[in-house]
């Protein structure tokens, strides 16, 4: 203003140098002027005012409106003009309104800066304002200036990134950080009450993952934490901590039978279908649960102690629930002491082989053999595989295992050679879990090769790895194929195949599981299961083994009413370790003396086609 008027004055100045006009018409000429520069710049600053991206408002002591631009205007869904000629004792049409009036009234009469954020609904959308309230003092009268700036878009970021870093993008579950910073939060309170913590997990997922697939397997994850979350109330929490586990938080509970029933009813919610794209998926969940202040006073101690609860399920059945106890966390430390041996085991290679023949059942003479791994812990004592085997899945540590059985087979060779003979077949078992596994089915393929002799090998694996819908049948077993390894299918009959499925499978043999041959000449039901196996078989180019043969009687079934060819089990030879080798010499000749010191077959009863069993 002063520079502006500065140089108009000098404008007319000069002009005066020029004319003769007199001093008083000068100076009515400059009062005019400037009084139209003044004009032109109130008018200026008030279209900057309006059109200010940042909504601003100045009001009274009353908390009535002075100056309003477009921004605020806006900001409140009222026009500027309606704000301003809104009396001080007229209700205001919006909660925002009323409260800005309020705040303005007090912040005045303490004096006082504010600095708040402001949410305001818009519609379906939710608008955030990052506000400053500042009083100030123009021409002696007391007035709050206030400024609003959208902070909608920013805060939609961070509430993004704050929801992808804190919840489950699957399901919309907090994660693990959230609940274990509530329960934390509980537990720093000065009387904490009771509270309960559930570890669930989804029984045979992994199952239902690999025969329906991921998408499947994905959206019954989200049915299942729809269905758990349903009656929650809102001092409990549902956390998704990892792919098919949830941790649970009841709080507050009154006492052990209350958290009882509603674990029970929440079991029975999951046992009904889910009816997830087209299939109709059946699940259940094994639940383990500690209570506060009975079974820990951390966060970690609850947390573990569920956990281990879940596995005690777990072990016993699925599909229940129990609360943890003290023998629980004793049987987990020496779990724990099994998986650090396991561990040291395998870095020590401490396992060995057994051998077990596969036998012709009439002429007596070894078809194959299959190797089985063993455990020699630090004592010398062998461990039979079901004390390790899950848990070396379990742990990842299965492969790494399997690796060390073929090595051990080859350095032994020529022995096994020897003993079984050089044309002989040998068997090594490949996890379900494996055999879904592109990465180490080809690095075992490659060893495999690597032995120079691939064709002499039969991998064993159980029927889930040709059913579910991994890469197994299409992408892994040709590689095999072209290799000239064996595929056999183990423990036939227990799984989860169906008729459909098995047409399209290419193995050379099926192992029958030993529970169909055990007693299989008292059994009918099973004897009829067992043709119908063998008719199978033969209609799908596949030899039979009977595993688990044991007993005379057994033999004497499988020789006159089935046209099975092959088994294995003790009758013929428990497994032989490497070390027994060298001192039975041909493997053939033990298992034919073995079959010699059996009773004779006059002194048991002996079967015909046409009768029955007799003597």
Known sequence: MQSADKQHFSTLAGDGERTSARPGAASATIGVGRERDVHAELNLLTEIFRMLPTGITVQDEHGCFLLVNDAAAAQFKLPAADLLAAPSTAPLPTKELAGRRQTCVELLRADRVAVTEECVADGHVKRTFLTTHRPVVISNTRLLLTSSADLSEQKAVQDELFRRAYYDELTGLPMRRVIERHVNDLLHDDEPDKFALAFLDIDNFKHINDYYGHAIGDALLVEVARRLGLDLRESDMLSRISGDEFLLLLNPIQSQQEVTEYIQFLLQRLRAPFFVDGSEVFASASIGVSLYPEHGRSYDALRQNADIAMYRVKNEGKGAAVFFDVSMEREALARMEIEQSLRLAILDKRFCCAFQPKVDIRTREIKGIEALVRLRNDDGVIQAPGTFINLAVELGLIDELTHLVLAEIMKSIDLINDTFGANTSISINVAAKQAGNPEFMQSFARALEATGCPRRFIIEVTEDAFVAKTHFQDEILPI????????????????????????????????????????????????????????????????????????????????????????????????????????????????????????????????????????
């Not at 008719?535 to 009413?561: C, D, H, K, P, R």
């Not at 089935?562 to 003790?570: L, M, S, V, W």
């Not at 000749?589 to 007799?614: F, K």
């Open 480 to 615: 095999f194929r072209q290799l000239g390894v064996g595929i056999s299918i183990d423990d036939f009959g227990i799984g989860y195949s169906s008729l459909s499925a098995l047409a399209d499978i290419t193995a050379d043999e099926i192992k029958i599981d030993r529970s169909f041959i055990t007693d299989i000449h008292k059994r009918p039901r099973s004897q009829g299961i067992l043709k119908a196996i063998e008719s199978l078989s033969e209609a799908l180019g596949m030899t039979v083994i009977a595993e688990g043969l044991e007993t005379f009687e057994e033999l004497a079934y499988l020789q006159a009413a089935t046209k099975i060819r092959y088994a294995q089990g003790f009758y013929f030879s428990k497994p032989i370790f490497l070390e027994e080798l060298g001192a039975l010499g041909r493997a053939a000749s033990a298992v034919r003396a073995i079959s010699e010191n059996r009773p004779a077959p006059e002194t048991r009863p002996v079967y015909s086609r046409a009768n029955g069993y007799g003597r």
